[in-house]
């Protein structure tokens, strides 16, 4: 079955610093990428879908500069988080769909993310 | 490998009839389950879980039924409405591990 995978799976760092989160689609290729963030509850929230060549488009509230999406390529999809707070600490999951079934969704395994 | 899997990626269910979704897994060690609705251009909203310890929780329309030893779930939504029609998830996670595994998704279409 298709497979997403997500790198790296947990990073702590310190307040002020920027942390890139790759979100790969291994076996087929991903025209477009979902990154979420999970709260607690296990309730997820889009952030932004990102869709190859073009820029992302963020879900309001989101703040684009702050979380910044690359999607370079039809395998990868890249989430920085720049200037990270310790409230940005969460697990962030990306997933991906096929061009032929856009509604079949393959999630990543997610990334923790620690903020000191 | 795809330790949560959805095998059927859509159904289609008349107004009123039931609707049920199923979800399979692979992992011994998953102890909860969730399911989740998502409407285009949405994310994933949260609409019922289930602990290993169940085998059955129910919340109005929606009910989940969890079978341990054939490691399978589904959903039921009895009566089925229009507004029901999206992809549905089901994901699974463990207490030694806070992180989700989703299956790929049913989508669901309720028709009058």
């Known amino acids: 079955g298709a497979v997403v995978s997500q790198h790296p799976s947990r990073v702590i760092c310190k307040s002020g610093t920027s942390v890139k989160i790759e979100c790969r689609s291994l076996?087929?290729?991903?025209?477009?990428m979902f990154w979420y963030r999970q709260f607690p509850k296990k309730s997820l929230m889009l952030m932004a879908t990102s869709n190859e060549g073009s820029k992302a488009t963020y879900e309001q509230g989101v703040e684009k500069d702050k979380f910044l999406i690359n999607h370079a390529s039809l395998t990868l999809s890249t989430l920085t988080v720049t200037s990270a707070h310790p409230e940005d600490s969460s697990f962030y999951i990306c997933?991906?769909?096929?061009?032929?079934?856009?509604?079949?969704?393959?999630f990543g395994p997610g990334t923790r993310l620690l903020v000191l | 490998d795809q330790q949560v899997k959805q095998n059927s990626p859509s159904l289609s269910v008349q107004e009123g009839r039931i609707s049920i979704l199923n979800c399979d897994y692979t992992?011994?060690?998953?102890?909860?389950f969730l399911w989740y609705k998502k409407y285009p251009a949405e994310g994933p909203t949260f609409l019922i879980s289930?602990?290993?310890?169940?085998d059955k929780n129910e919340d109005g329309r929606f009910t989940v039924f969890l079978n341990k030893s054939a490691k399978h779930l589904s959903l039921h939504i009895v009566p089925s409405q229009p507004g029901d029609s999206a992809v549905y998830f089901c994901?699974?996670?463990?207490?030694?591990?806070?992180?989700?595994?989703f299956g790929t998704g049913t989508r669901l279409q309720v028709f009058p």
């Open positions: 994901a699974a996670t463990s207490n030694v591990a806070d992180k989700l595994i």
């Open positions: 289930i602990s290993s310890i169940k």
């Open positions: 997933s991906a769909s096929r061009p032929t079934i856009q509604e079949t969704q393959y």
């Open positions: 076996d087929f290729q991903a025209t477009t």
């Open positions: 992992n011994s060690m998953f102890d909860y």
